[in-house]
């Protein structure tokens, strides 16, 4: 790890009165390779002018200068140090979808920009509401490209998005904010997020206040939120430390993969599909880490009509204090149609923090608390040593349910050595008695996991999990001699940037 991201990162991680200890993953190299566009190319520098004229050896002195001043085809480099801002970075053009415009720290230098000296007042009226706005604030925008950034201490988000177009974020970093990290709201479409890091988001003690006001107990939003965004991709981003949600698909959301993000020590759901406003669809959680989180997955129809068509699948679910995979009634519990969960691998959920004596408020591998639910399917998952339940379901069911309403449970590995005498009841906040199914064509057997005591949960040669898909494999890991933990060592990876294909979502443009 550099000097400079380290410094920051001690001086910043911090939750409550608890020093975090920071694992391997932070190990990564802020550098990155920024493309060749086609216009001007301008320079920022904490040692620059804003009478300069913005060139590499005359360097203007804030980001916001540049922000007035690049059009379609410019790319503006930062270079390293800190921007103290008491004002929103928000950039006055867009560009084109062959000329887009590049914000990109300067490769191998860190860009830090402070946003402490912004207040942001009190929510009045309706939203958006100044805390949901960002210290970078990109509106009614087009074809920008944020590269290398990092946002500390904002009272509102890092980022935010809205009304736009192809805007995308790669290799930023957020530390402590008050509302999201990287926020993309409401009537905008074809979005990437890649490769960013956001810790500590959502902190209520981030929240501007007037002096001797009592501190705040909440906070807006989630780490990374899209809301109302249409065809977008959320990819190989690290979301760690963080008071509420991790990454959020919700409102109206549609035509979208989450996959091979690292979410983990967060203190409500690493991974959320919540519908409001309209029907949110077409959403798809693959390849994704989630541990140490409260929830692992969760599903809701809060309110709209429903939530249909979604995909959770090759995701590693394990060691989260509640259920691995909620199927909720948070809100108005409207239809959850035309759910996949498929080749997930759940280990280790559901059993607390506190009185581990007693059932957690939720816990179990895969709990279908909402009766709400029409075509779900869970098959080809693992689900191993999850507290009570492997696979439970709310006795609001009738009898004829599943079949009425078309749920289809088969071909999973299940393995559960404690004894437990069903129904289960959840008292602490359910206040539900939870039944327990294997389904059909089960696998009652160890899963034979090559490490569990190291998180290895890929698979031995002798595991029953190989061939248990009939001819495919269970789980998230295909059975394969060398494990490959992309979400350990330098990670986030960096990534170069192809001006030419930057208004292209691609499945293969970052898998590794």
Request: hydrophobic share 35%; charged share 15%.
């Amino acid at each position: 790890m550099n000097q400079t991201r380290r410094q920051l990162l001690q001086q910043f991680l911090t939750i409550t009165a608890t020093t975090l200890i920071l694992p391997p993953v932070f190990n990564r190299v802020s550098q990155a390779e920024i493309p060749n566009n086609s216009g001007k190319v301008y320079s920022v520098s904490p040692m620059g002018n804003d009478r300069h004229l913005g060139t590499l050896d005359q360097p203007w002195a804030t980001i916001q200068k540049a922000a007035n001043t690049i059009q379609a085809g410019d790319t503006v480099y930062i270079r390293g140090g800190k921007y103290k801002i008491n004002q929103p970075i928000r950039p006055q053009f867009s560009g084109l979808s062959n000329q887009w415009i590049i914000y990109a720290g300067y490769p191998g230098e860190q860009v830090i920009i402070d946003a402490d000296g912004i207040f942001v007042e009190p929510a009045t009226g309706s939203p958006p509401y100044p805390h949901d706005q960002g210290a970078f604030l990109i509106i009614d925008q087009s074809y920008i490209l944020i590269q290398n950034l990092t946002v500390i201490n904002s009272h509102n988000a890092g980022f935010t998005v809205r009304n736009s177009h192809h805007i995308n974020f790669y290799n930023n970093t957020t530390i402590n904010t008050y509302s999201s990290g990287i926020a993309i709201w409401n009537n905008c479409y074809q979005h990437q997020v890649i490769g960013n890091t956001v810790i500590n988001a959502n902190r209520p003690n981030m929240k501007s206040q007037p002096p001797n006001s009592p501190p705040a107990t909440k906070s807006p939003h989630e780490a990374i939120t899209l809301a109302g965004v249409k065809d977008f991709e959320v990819a190989y981003n690290l979301v760690c430390y963080s008071e509420k949600e991790g990454i959020d698909c919700k409102e109206t959301c549609a035509n979208g993969r989450v996959h091979h993000n690292y979410t983990h020590h967060l203190k409500r759901q690493g991974l959320y599909v919540d519908s409001w406003f309209g029907v949110l669809e077409n959403i798809e959680f693959d390849h994704n880490i989630v541990e140490e989180c409260e929830t692992g997955i969760a599903i809701s129809a809060e309110d709209g009509p429903r939530v249909e068509n979604i995909k959770i699948h090759h995701n590693l679910v394990y060691n989260n204090r509640a259920s691995g995979i909620f199927i909720s009634r948070w809100g108005k519990d409207r239809l959850k149609k035309n759910i996949h969960i498929y080749n997930n691998t759940i280990v280790l959920n559901g059993y607390g923090q506190i009185d581990k004596s007693q059932p957690y408020w939720l816990t179990g591998g895969i709990y279908l608390y909402s009766t709400q639910l029409e075509n779900l399917v869970i098959e080809h998952n693992i689900l191993s040593e999850n507290k009570y339940f492997q696979i439970g379901y709310s006795r609001d069911f009738q009898a004829d349910d599943f079949t009425r309403k078309q749920i289809r449970i088969e071909n999973n590995l299940i393995f559960q050595s404690q004894a437990v005498t069903y129904p289960v009841y959840l008292e602490a906040w359910t206040k539900d008695y939870v039944y327990s199914t294997n389904g059909d064509n089960f696998i009652e057997a160890k899963p034979n996991f090559k490490d569990p005591s190291l998180a290895n949960f890929y698979l031995q040669p002798n595991s029953p999990a190989i061939t248990g898909g009939n001819p495919t494999y269970l789980g998230a890991f295909p059975p394969d001699p060398e494990a490959i933990f992309w979400w350990l060592g330098d990670f986030p990876p960096q990534f170069k940037v192809d001006s030419g294909s930057l208004n292209q979502l691609s499945r293969a443009k970052f898998t590794f």
